[in-house]
């Protein structure tokens, strides 16, 4: 009995810790809206204002980019899962799928022209079926998409459906009176956004008050979430290009009214643009594709060639640099481009401190393509939620980096917390006529009981691609790990060598260097929410504190 009260008290204390260690880097704002937020109950706003709409100055193509999610008959499909609902609220689907399903995304999707009809009994349904502040719909993040998409169909449209005005007119109110403070982020910005195409929209004396504010939240934003080389400061692709839409959605909404005293933003917008267009071509593989770090998942947001597309529907013009070594500094990641490897590497921390929701313990992980051909792939992001499968793919062990003692590099825990985090030291680049190379440290196993220092140099040249890992400290097991693509064929040559095949006329030998032992395990690759396909994975043991890992093309 003193053992087990012993081992209890033991893993409480280290919840404690643990919950410690990630509430510490909250903001105070987070905090007291937390807080609020549980006491208070959220409060539905109406008014009894005559609703007034603003006159539009320009008529602009809607950009559709989105594949159509309704398929009539109350049969919807999202993140790969069709099904037919009975209910906007049905307990057998996730959080996520039922967020979707509150969107409204179907509206403005691929095709959508040809449903005005259907969508639009749609939307009259879910204000009958949906009252004020009951189910997923009312919450501010599913109601701050809905708010854009349903604003959208109207100005599309030139609907004047009274009811519908009066329930879009009450979810602004509602909305702001509920911004995600407690969240911030990429959260807030989709509220703020969507204050501003509710109120530029309708055109009350209330409204107008709640657009200044929007106004001033927005430019609060922009400087707070955009980096100085262009990311996202959430450090993930998918949410960047989330963001990039939210920005030329509202460059679009602005060229709709065309109002003299929106033009500085929306100057600023563009240029803002700008800056993440060129970041997503940074972080974009030659096969349209970009690379799985942190939560990432392809088909949710928006790819580089739909966004360039969206820029010329827009009229906006953009430029893009290509060098062989691309440096993103404040977002922590290089793209080098040699001969016919191309590889994306992540050398940033964990960030933002406040906001690591997003993140995995991906630290120094890469991937690798050669010409369009993927090679090397983490194991992105197929599902949200608190499961288990959820707390696997934002593990060390999904990532092609290194894990020391079978611990994370840093301490991902639930669905979206991190506690003690890596950080990434000793950023080093040089380019030379025959090879580049890239090496970077971090921390994150100086939390072990033997402090580690990983340091990893990737070496780039012509006609191979090279890594060196060094463990600087004590430890009892460390792995080099190595996530190929299910396009790749894998054979076992020797103790220290394998083949990759990735067609019948072209493979590579990838050999390690000082390496106790390796095995080959079955792990997976989630590219999509919905998707989880069975790959090869390669664990490499450490024969002592350096390991070579080394990519050639073999002769045919």
Same mark, same amino acid.
């Given at each position: 009995?003193?053992?087990?009260?012993?081992?209890?008290?033991?893993?409480?204390?280290?919840?404690?810790?643990?919950?410690?260690?990630? %509430?510490?880097?909250?903001?105070?704002? #987070?905090?007291?809206?937390?807080?609020?937020?549980?006491?208070?109950?959220?409060?539905?706003?109406?008014?009894?204002? =005559?609703? +007034?709409?603003?006159?539009?100055?320009?008529?602009?193509?809607?950009?559709?980019?989105? &594949?159509?999610?309704?398929?009539?008959?109350? /049969?919807?499909?999202?993140?790969?899962?069709?099904?037919?609902?009975?209910?906007?609220?049905?307990?057998?689907?996730?959080?996520?799928?039922? @967020?979707?399903?509150?969107?409204?995304?179907?509206?403005? $999707?691929?095709?959508?022209?040809?449903?005005?009809?259907?969508?639009?009994?749609?939307?009259? $349904?879910?204000?009958?079926?949906? *009252? *004020?502040? %009951?189910?997923?719909?009312?919450?501010?993040?599913?109601?701050?998409?809905?708010?854009?998409?349903?604003?959208?169909?109207?100005?599309?449209?030139?609907?004047? &459906?009274?009811?519908?005005?009066?329930?879009?007119?009450? #979810?602004?109110?509602?909305?702001?009176? /509920?911004?995600?403070?407690?969240?911030?982020?990429?959260?807030?910005?989709?509220?703020?956004?969507?204050?501003?195409?509710?109120?530029?929209?309708?055109?009350?004396?209330?409204?107008?008050?709640?657009?200044?504010?929007?106004?001033?939240?927005?430019?609060?934003?922009?400087?707070?979430?955009?980096?100085?080389?262009?990311? !996202?400061?959430?450090?993930? *692709?998918? @949410?960047?290009?989330?963001?990039?839409?939210?920005?030329?959605?509202?460059?679009?909404?602005?060229?709709?009214?065309?109002?003299?005293?929106?033009?500085?933003?929306?100057?600023?917008?563009?240029?803002?643009?700008?800056?993440?267009?060129?970041?997503?071509?940074?972080?974009?593989?030659?096969?349209?594709?970009?690379?799985?770090?942190?939560?990432?998942?392809?088909?949710?947001?928006?790819?580089?060639?739909?966004?360039?597309?969206?820029?010329?529907?827009?009229?906006?013009?953009?430029?893009?640099?290509?060098?062989?070594?691309?440096?993103?500094?404040?977002?922590?990641?290089?793209?080098?481009?040699?001969?016919?490897?191309?590889?994306?590497?992540?050398?940033?921390?964990?960030?933002?401190?406040?906001?690591?929701?997003?993140?995995?313990?991906?630290?120094?992980?890469?991937?690798?393509?050669?010409?369009? !051909?993927?090679?090397?792939?983490?194991?992105?992001?197929?599902?949200?939620?608190?499961?288990?499968?959820?707390?696997? #793919?934002?593990?060390?062990?999904?990532?092609?980096?290194?894990?020391?003692?079978?611990?994370?590099?840093?301490?991902?825990?639930?669905?979206?917390? %991190?506690?003690?985090? $890596?950080?990434?030291?000793?950023?080093?680049?040089?380019?030379?006529?025959?090879?580049?190379?890239?090496? $970077?440290?971090?921390?994150?196993?100086?939390?072990?009981?033997?402090?580690?220092?990983?340091?990893?140099?990737?070496?780039?040249?012509?006609?191979?691609?090279?890594?060196?890992?060094?463990?600087?400290?004590?430890?009892?097991?460390? =792995?080099?790990?190595?996530?190929?693509?299910?396009?790749?064929?894998? #054979?076992?040559?020797?103790?220290?060598?394998?083949?990759?095949?990735?067609?019948?006329?072209?493979?590579?030998?990838?050999?390690?260097?000082?390496?106790?032992?390796?095995?080959?395990?079955?792990?997976?690759? !989630? *590219?999509?929410?919905?998707?989880?396909?069975? +790959?090869?994975?390669?664990?490499?043991?450490?024969?002592?504190?350096?390991?070579?890992?080394?990519?050639?093309?073999?002769?045919?």
């Amino acid at each position: 009995m003193r053992y087990r009260a012993y081992f209890t008290k033991h893993i409480k204390m280290e919840k404690i810790y643990l919950l410690w260690n990630t %509430v510490k880097y909250l903001k105070f704002k #987070q905090i007291y809206y937390r807080l609020k937020y549980k006491i208070l109950k959220p409060k539905y706003y109406s008014s009894n204002s =005559k609703i +007034v709409l603003r006159k539009k100055n320009n008529e602009i193509e809607l950009f559709r980019f989105l &594949d159509q999610s309704y398929l009539g008959d109350n /049969r919807f499909h999202f993140l790969n899962i069709t099904q037919t609902i009975s209910s906007w609220n049905d307990d057998g689907m996730s959080k996520l799928w039922l @967020y979707n399903l509150h969107y409204f995304d179907c509206l403005n $999707a691929v095709g959508a022209e040809n449903l005005y009809e259907k969508h639009l009994m749609l939307m009259r $349904a879910w204000k009958e079926e949906n *009252p *004020p502040m %009951v189910g997923n719909g009312w919450e501010p993040y599913p109601l701050s998409l809905r708010i854009v998409n349903w604003v959208k169909f109207f100005i599309n449209n030139k609907l004047e &459906d009274e009811a519908l005005l009066k329930s879009l007119y009450s #979810q602004v109110l509602t909305l702001s009176h /509920r911004l995600e403070y407690h969240i911030l982020g990429n959260h807030l910005f989709a509220n703020i956004k969507a204050l501003i195409f509710g109120t530029l929209f309708f055109n009350t004396d209330e409204m107008n008050k709640i657009l200044n504010k929007a106004t001033i939240l927005l430019l609060d934003e922009l400087d707070e979430q955009i980096l100085v080389d262009g990311g !996202n400061f959430e450090r993930t *692709p998918m @949410y960047h290009n989330i963001m990039l839409v939210d920005l030329l959605d509202l460059v679009w909404l602005l060229k709709t009214y065309s109002l003299e005293n929106f033009k500085q933003i929306e100057f600023t917008l563009i240029k803002k643009a700008k800056e993440m267009l060129q970041w997503t071509e940074t972080m974009t593989f030659p096969n349209g594709e970009f690379g799985l770090f942190n939560d990432a998942a392809l088909g949710i947001s928006a790819t580089r060639d739909e966004l360039i597309k969206y820029f010329d529907l827009l009229e906006v013009d953009y430029n893009f640099s290509h060098k062989n070594l691309g440096v993103l500094k404040q977002s922590g990641y290089v793209r080098v481009n040699k001969g016919f490897y191309f590889g994306i590497l992540n050398v940033g921390s964990v960030g933002p401190k406040y906001l690591p929701g997003h993140a995995h313990a991906n630290s120094l992980s890469f991937e690798l393509c050669y010409k369009r !051909n993927r090679i090397f792939v983490n194991g992105g992001t197929s599902v949200y939620g608190n499961g288990q499968e959820r707390l696997l #793919q934002r593990k060390t062990e999904s990532h092609n980096t290194v894990l020391v003692n079978n611990v994370d590099s840093s301490e991902v825990w639930s669905g979206f917390r %991190v506690a003690r985090r $890596a950080n990434v030291i000793d950023f080093f680049t040089r380019e030379e006529s025959d090879e580049i190379l890239v090496s $970077a440290k971090h921390d994150g196993y100086k939390r072990l009981k033997n402090p580690v220092e990983h340091k990893r140099s990737w070496i780039f040249k012509d006609e191979s691609f090279v890594i060196e890992d060094c463990l600087n400290g004590d430890f009892e097991e460390a =792995k080099a790990i190595f996530v190929l693509h299910p396009n790749i064929g894998l #054979q076992v040559l020797d103790d220290s060598e394998v083949e990759l095949k990735l067609n019948e006329n072209l493979s590579f030998r990838l050999s390690f260097e000082n390496a106790k032992n390796f095995r080959v395990i079955k792990g997976k690759w !989630n *590219p999509r929410f919905g998707v989880s396909l069975e +790959v090869d994975k390669i664990e490499v043991i450490f024969n002592g504190s350096v390991l070579k890992s080394i990519l050639t093309r073999s002769l045919n």
